[in-house]
């Protein structure tokens, strides 16, 4: 999100603001990994995330008017995808671990890859793992870890989306990271050297 251009995005909320319907779909493509990452690392039962997402983008569609480019647009639909999934975790109990579907390796995906297939087996394992750890953490763990290193966002804009102080962010970024070493050391170290 950072190399989005501030007055391709300005261009952008005007356009959308005029009624321009086109101009909106292309937010959509924009922004859809940003709120599809929030989404899946705040809720893990996958039946709810797509009409999360569409809630957003509708709650987004509505409140344009009154976004003021105080903040980067990015921060701004990112702090309305936190306060949605936070809501719909009052209102529902989540389960405790992420459904896996869809993420199967199968010759097809393995056809045009670069890579052999041992070695791209072991990086989908070693991602799956680190998916699965990071899953297990606290919401807020799970959120700072996603927006820093997949979003790439700064400290300031993850203050600004989970309304928590600087500092806040970058000790619980610290121990959200040291939690994840120290699992991933505990669950595999071990494995590996048995096999």
């Not at 190399?3 to 959509?28: C, P």
């Not at 989908?124 to 807020?140: G, K, L, P, S, V």
Request: aromatic share 8%; hydrophobic share 35%.
């Amino acid at each position: 999100m950072k190399n989005t251009n501030h007055t391709d995005v300005y261009s952008l909320v005007k356009q959308i603001q005029a009624g321009n319907r086109n101009a909106f779909r292309l937010m959509i493509d924009r922004y859809k990994r940003l709120v599809g990452h929030i989404v899946s690392r705040m809720v893990s039962d996958i039946s709810y995330r797509e009409d999360l997402c569409q809630d957003i983008f509708l709650k987004v569609y509505q409140n344009l008017d009154r976004f003021r480019f105080e903040s980067q647009v990015s921060t701004w639909i990112a702090r309305i995808a936190y306060n949605t999934c936070i809501n719909h975790l009052k209102k529902k109990k989540p389960s405790l671990f992420d459904d896996r579907a869809g993420k199967n390796i199968s010759l097809e995906n393995l056809s045009g890859n670069d890579k052999l297939p041992d070695t791209f087996v072991e990086q989908e394992d070693r991602t799956a793992r680190i998916e699965t750890e990071i899953n297990q953490m606290n919401i807020r763990y799970r959120t700072i870890l996603t927006l820093f290193h997949l979003e790439e966002m700064s400290y300031t804009e993850i203050s600004q989306i989970m309304n928590l102080p600087m500092n806040t962010i970058k000790s619980d970024l610290f121990r959200a990271r040291k939690h994840l070493r120290k699992q991933l050391i505990a669950k595999y170290q071990k494995e590996e050297m048995t096999i």
